[in-house]
């Protein structure tokens, strides 16, 4: 039953800080547009689903597409800072300024270059966010080579992008999901924040901002907890890829 003493716990500690909020809510008499009661949002999403649905799934694809490219060019140029040291040296201080762009900055920059209609821009925000994580993680996995391996490779003769196929980057899986763990919810994120700002309005943050707008905040709240749940979807949807990817790892965790 390790299933339930992993789930079981949170699941009441979810339940009861819902309900004190509802107390907390009602008895205190707060205002909606400070914080709505949970019964007034559960109410909404329910109303609301279809267009919660609608948007998360706009949101969703803006934030899975940026999610793989942004994975992709990460992993390539680790493995390619692993195998060139002078690249490492000029990749790390670039990763580090592309993690230090504010979304709130990048979003407009970038929605002024492309159509008003074009969801390009949130995706490229997406794939700029995911980079730094993938990347960092993916570096230091394939820096952790066992020197056992290492020395059998030499053995062959194998080429340093024979060796990063066939030892480092298997050697690096475990880097590589946890950084895909971490970028898969910032993904969400960036996708979400970066519909603030202008562009097609069928997504999670446009109709948050327009709910908002109209004094909806209940509204606007159901609309985040889509939000909230799809950014935990992509988030279990990488830990069952972990575990198809590698289930001796998870054996050995058992």
Same mark, same amino acid.
């Given at each position: ?64 597409? %940026? =999610?793989?490219?942004? !994975?992709?060019? /990460? $992993?390539? *140029? #680790?493995?390619?800072?692993?195998? &060139?040291?002078? +690249? ?90 946890? %950084? =895909?763990?971490?970028? !898969?919810?910032? /993904? $969400?994120? *960036? #996708?979400?924040?970066?519909?603030? &700002?202008?562009? +097609? ?54």
């Amino acid at each position: 039953m390790k299933w339930a003493r992993a789930i079981v716990p949170p699941l009441v500690f979810g339940v009861a800080a819902i309900a004190l909020w509802q107390v907390i809510v009602v008895a205190g008499r707060i205002a909606p547009f400070i914080l709505p009661a949970p019964a007034a949002i559960w109410d909404e999403l329910v109303d609301q689903r279809r267009n919660v649905w609608e948007a998360a799934l706009a949101s969703g694809e803006n934030a899975l597409i %940026g =999610l793989i490219g942004g !994975s992709v060019v /990460a $992993v390539l *140029a #680790a493995m390619a800072s692993s195998r &060139f040291r002078p +690249l490492a040296e000029v990749s790390l201080p670039f990763a580090a300024v592309l993690n230090a762009l504010p979304i709130i900055a990048l979003a407009p920059i970038l929605n002024n270059m492309f159509e008003s209609t074009s969801s390009l821009p949130r995706r490229l925000v997406a794939g700029i966010i995911v980079f730094f994580p993938v990347f960092i993680n993916t570096l230091r996995g394939l820096r952790e080579v066992n020197p056992i391996h290492q020395e059998l490779m030499h053995t062959y003769a194998a080429s340093g992008w024979t060796f990063a196929r066939k030892v480092r980057l298997p050697g690096a899986l475990p880097h590589v999901f946890t %950084g =895909l763990r971490q970028a !898969s919810s910032l /993904a $969400v994120i *960036a #996708a979400v924040v970066a519909e603030y &700002f202008g562009g +097609l309005q069928n997504g999670l943050g446009s109709r948050i901002t327009s709910a908002a707008a109209f004094t909806a905040y209940p509204r606007a709240w159901a609309f985040v907890v889509g939000a909230c749940l799809l950014g935990l979807a992509f988030y279990l949807t990488t830990l069952l890829l972990e575990r198809l990817a590698m289930p001796w790892r998870t054996r050995l965790i058992a």
